[in-house]
């Protein structure tokens, strides 16, 4: 089993930054992918970035040229490095990680909120 710890969330200002971390442990013997998806109130969730092992990275396009995701393949962890936020991006942040493509464990969520 893996369990996978979210950090990082808050609250900031339009402008701001934020870094979201996700650590993986327990049963991890591949990774094949990680990343985060977002959701608000009222609206899908949608894939904001990923990652896999070899460092193909992927970003949904409302977040293209603001949000960076890293991996420390070492530490099992993933970053997710926000910056020029938007009050459009207020969410809660679910980070997974894929040992296959189909298969996906999950974090608990944080929530980034973005005051106007």
């Known amino acids: 089993q893996v369990q996978l710890v979210e950090s990082g969330g808050g609250l900031v200002q339009t402008g701001g930054s934020l870094r979201l971390s996700c650590s993986a442990s327990?049963?991890?013997?591949?990774?094949?992918?990680m990343g985060w998806y977002r959701q608000a109130p009222g609206k899908q969730r949608e894939l904001v970035a990923s990652i896999s092992r070899t460092g193909n990275r992927n970003y949904g396009e409302s977040v293209k040229g603001r949000f960076t995701i890293s991996i420390d393949n070492a530490k099992n962890t993933a970053y997710l490095r926000m910056n020029s936020l938007k009050p459009e991006d207020t969410a809660v942040y679910s980070c997974y990680l894929a040992k296959t493509p189909g298969a996906r464990d999950w974090g608990q969520g944080t929530q980034v909120t973005v005051s106007s």
């Open positions: 327990g049963s991890i013997f591949n990774i094949y992918a």
